[in-house]
T-cell receptor, first 114, second 113 residues
Framework: DQQVKQNSPSLSVQEGRISILNCDYT??????FLWYKKYPAEGPTFLIS?????DKNEDGRFTVFLNKSAKHLSLHIVPSQPGDSAVYFC?????????????FGTGTRLAVRP | DVKVTQSSRYLVKRTGEKVFLECVQD?????MFWYRQDPGLGLRLIYF???????EKGDIPEGYSVSREKKERFSLILESASTNQTSMYLC????????????FGPGTRLTVT
């Protein structure tokens, strides 16, 4: 049972344009959401997060939007750069009573074309 | 610079062998995690530990065990390796008060033949 879903395995975007990566979840107990970025031959690195009490969080070129009613979040990268080419994982965390676990999505491979 | 290191980048083992994957972090983090990453399945949690000698099962613990004798070190053990355990194994650590912000090692690509 995949509680966090990334339905697009890949995305290709022109440099300078907006990249939009999407993520859906099914567990209404999730209260914190994150995006991780992974380059080949490296471990994932934390990119940006959002609490369920907010609907938007911005950090430079990266913005995460949360729509709780739709159980959907998205990561916007503006403007996209070739160095953004990587696999992006969406992740979610439930309250402390469920432990310190993150549940990850399957990832979306972003390619930014020069 | 914070660091999570894993003992091997690549490992090839035979079916039935006992396999040890080691992970060390230098950030004094309380929490440590072991994941496996497979195409189309993302990262799946095998085991995690929130303190020395403490361990909790993740989503796919079958066929694995772990050991955490020291705060900085978390070992993943495959008691009898099987071909379906061929995968990329990732270790991570985090602070207890920011458990969601996990720092990952570079991974160990394990092939079981």
């Amino acid at each position: 049972d995949q509680q966090v879903k990334q339905n697009s395995p890949s995305l290709s975007v022109q440099e300078g344009r907006i990249s939009i990566l999407n993520c859906d979840y099914t567990n209404s107990m999730f209260d914190y959401f994150l995006w991780y970025k992974k380059y080949p031959a490296e471990g994932p690195t934390f990119l940006i997060s959002i609490s369920s009490i907010k609907d938007k969080n911005e950090d430079g070129r990266f913005t995460v939007f949360l729509n709780k009613s739709a159980k959907h979040l998205s990561l916007h990268i503006v403007p996209s750069q070739p160095g953004d080419s990587a696999v992006y994982f969406c992740a979610a965390s439930a309250p402390k009573s469920s432990g310190d676990k993150l549940t990850f999505g399957t990832g979306t491979r972003l390619a930014v074309r020069p | 610079d914070v660091k999570v290191t894993q003992s091997s980048r690549y490992l090839v083992k035979r079916t039935g062998e006992k396999v040890f994957l080691e992970c060390v972090q230098d950030m004094d983090h309380e929490n440590m995690f072991w994941y496996r990453q497979d195409p189309g399945l993302g990262l799946r949690l095998i085991y995690f530990s929130y303190d020395v000698k403490m361990k909790e099962k993740g989503d796919i613990p079958e066929g694995y065990s772990v050991s955490r004798e020291k705060k900085e070190r978390f070992s993943l053990i495959l008691e009898s390796a099987s071909t379906n355990q061929t995968s990329m194994y990732l270790c991570a650590s985090s602070r207890r008060d920011r458990s969601y912000e996990q720092y990952f090692g570079p991974g160990t690509r394990l092939t079981v033949t």
